[in-house]
C-alpha cells in the first residue's frame, strides 16, 4: 500500500477553466437578465454555487431557484467547453504519470458538479489517472469546510494525515488543513501571499518530485 496519497481540488489544479466559468456566469446574467457585481467571479472562486447565488451574487435565497439557475449556468459552462475546449495546466500530466507509475492513489475534490468533470475527462486524456471523486453533489458543506477532502481521503483508503492536497484557492487551504491534511499550494490563479497555510507553493505540479515522493517530507 502506498505511504501516502493525492488529493486535487480540479479548477485552477488540473484544468485551466478559469475563463470558461467567466463567461458561463456571464451568459447565465444575460438569460436571466441579472446583475453581476464586479468582483463576483474571484470573490466566488472555489465555492459552490449553492453559497455563490445568495451570498456573493445575492440573487436569491430559494432553493428551488438556486438549484434551477445553478444546473442552467453549469450547462452554459460545457457549453462554453464545446465551443472553445479546455487546457490541461502546465506539468499536470507528467506529475500524474509519475504518481501513476508510483502507485499514489489520486483522488478528484472539487466544488464543480461532477457532470463538469466527466464531460471534461471524457474530452481529455485525464480520465486513467484518477482512481475516484469527490464533488459537490456529494458533500453538505463546501471549502473551507474539510468535508470534501475527508471524504476524498476516505476513496484513497488512507487517514487524513497521508493525504496531501492540491489546492489553487486560500479556501481549499484552509478546507485541507481543517482536515489535518498537507496542503500544497499551486499558484495558477492566486500569488502565493495569498494562500497562506501552505505547506509548501509551486507553480505548476512537475516542480515536485517525480519519483513518488511525499512533496513535503517531514
Not at 508510483?102 to 485525464?126: H, K, W, Y
Request: charged share 30%.
Amino acid at each position: 500500500m502506498a505511504d501516502w496519497a493525492a488529493l486535487f481540488d480540479w479548477d485552477g489544479v488540473i484544468i485551466d477553466s478559469a475563463r470558461a466559468h467567466e463567461r458561463s456566469w456571464e451568459r447565465l446574467a444575460e438569460e436571466l437578465d441579472r446583475p453581476l457585481p464586479e468582483d463576483h467571479f474571484l470573490r466566488g472562486f472555489g465555492m459552490r454555487n449553492e453559497v455563490i447565488f445568495p451570498d456573493i451574487l445575492q440573487w436569491s435565497r430559494d432553493p428551488d431557484e438556486i438549484h434551477q439557475w445553478s444546473r442552467q449556468k453549469e450547462s452554459l459552462y460545457r457549453e462554453v467547453i464545446r465551443e472553445e475546449g479546455v487546457t490541461i495546466l502546465p506539468g499536470v500530466i507528467r506529475y500524474l504519470k509519475s504518481l501513476r507509475d508510483a502507485g499514489i492513489p489520486c483522488v478528484i475534490g472539487t466544488s464543480t458538479q461532477r457532470d463538469n468533470v466527466e464531460f471534461i475527462l471524457e474530452m481529455t486524456e485525464l480520465r486513467p489517472y484518477f482512481q475516484e471523486m469527490v464533488t459537490s453533489e456529494d458533500v453538505s458543506h463546501g471549502k473551507p469546510d474539510p468535508e470534501v477532502f475527508l471524504k476524498a481521503a476516505e476513496r484513497a483508503g488512507l487517514p487524513p494525515e497521508q493525504c496531501v492536497v492540491f489546492e489553487d484557492a486560500l479556501y481549499g487551504i484552509q478546507a485541507a488543513k481543517a482536515g489535518g491534511m498537507t496542503a500544497v499550494g499551486v499558484l495558477t490563479t492566486h500569488p502565493g501571499a495569498f494562500l497562506k497555510g501552505a505547506d509548501r507553493l509551486v507553480a505548476q505540479l512537475d516542480e515536485l518530485p517525480l519519483d513518488g515522493e511525499h512533496p513535503c517530507p517531514r
